[in-house]
């Protein structure tokens, strides 16, 4: 199973963390601390989230640790009091974690972790966090998108050659609903099937494109050709032709061809009907070639025959989309203290006021009422609203990982595609046209409104 072993590092911080940290310590400042970590907004122009991540989260937290090299460096940047490091070295996380389970949709400003911990082992695993959840819920939530487009047509994850995270991305992409990936070390670390072509270099390699797709269809029992190295509407007629001769021969079939540049609606149609007119109804057309959801939709609308596509950069990089003006790349997830437990004064809810970055203080839970009928966020001491379910789930307690808190992939993925099923269409648009309902407690309005008058500010709007 694949491991982010390198961030079980204490280094995996930003250097503000440690410094942060060491000021914490000189003041004796070290009361337990409450951070939210949410979105503020949704990326690709959409209204939800799918939020993965988690387990590497989980994982991250639990291998958190300063090693004597890692001390060693910190001395070296910083003139750290030796007494200080001596307590980073004997940190771990002692404390609690509500999340919600990845597979799960969320909102903008819904916490989608809660952490609550002495505030030195709380800051100093920001990044990791942020890292681990903002990276995989927005490759999760693109690849939903990219899936939810092709309108049941399977979605192959060609993303590792362009991936920032290739393992990240694939795990996550599975969550989102790909069927497959063609990166063959993620299809071991989780399972997940493994499926390719050929490239345009090994059509390239032979004289002709006849003795490329003899080679490939002599060499395979089952395969896939490559159309578009040089005319598709040529290379189509000579797919058939060497398929007739290998099935004849051989027993040798033809499963599918992919069209990677070009006209593709067009040449689609092109080459759905010189398949039939063969007999070869049963071959599949794969389509690639920088897809993302809005392609793959003008695609379907412009009545391309195609029975499955391959998506990598979009997916692999998060990207949005320049043509539809949809921001894309960074999920810009935040994580923001709301709660100090202070042990000689009363507890202080934490805030900022920073206009639309003005945070919610308090210890937060959220509600999902009905199946998607509104979310309401409030206070973790408000009473349950009727018919709601309860959306963050402890996942940690006193630094121990509870049972059932690392699900296998297969629920996770079982879970993300129950709840897509269950989100409305209109909440699926690609872009959407009306944002889902998150409403704030009321309780939780009021904190805010004295939190804020505390700090000498107004609550924002």
Known sequence: MWRISQMSSGLMTDLYHPDAAYVSWRVGRNAPTTFDLYTRSVPFGGAYLLVAGLELALNFVRHFQYTKDDLAFLRQIRDYDPAFLEELGRLHFSGEILAMPEGSIAFPDEPLLR?????????LLESGLLHTISVSTLIATKASRVVHAARGRPVAEFAFRRAHEPFMVARSAFIGGCASTSFVAASRAFRLRATGTIPHALVQLFDTEREAFMAVAESFNRYTLLLDTYDVRQAIHTAVEVARETQDRLGHTLTAVRLDSGDIAGDSVYVRRVLDEAGLREVRIL??????????????AQGAKVDAFGVGTSIGVGAGSVKEGVPGGSLGAAYKEVWYEDQEQADRPKIKLAEEKSTWPGKKEVYRVGDFEEDIIQLETEPKPERSTRLLRPVIRDGRLLPGSLPPLSEIWELAQRNLKLLPEPYQELVATKPYPVRFGEGLKR???????QYGGNAPC
């Open 115 to 123: 952490v609550t911990a002495p505030f030195r082992e709380a800051l």
């Open 447 to 453: 904190l805010r409104e004295q939190a804020a008058a």
């Open 287 to 300: 389509a690639s070639g920088d897809l993302d959801e809005f392609k793959i939709a003008e695609l379907l």
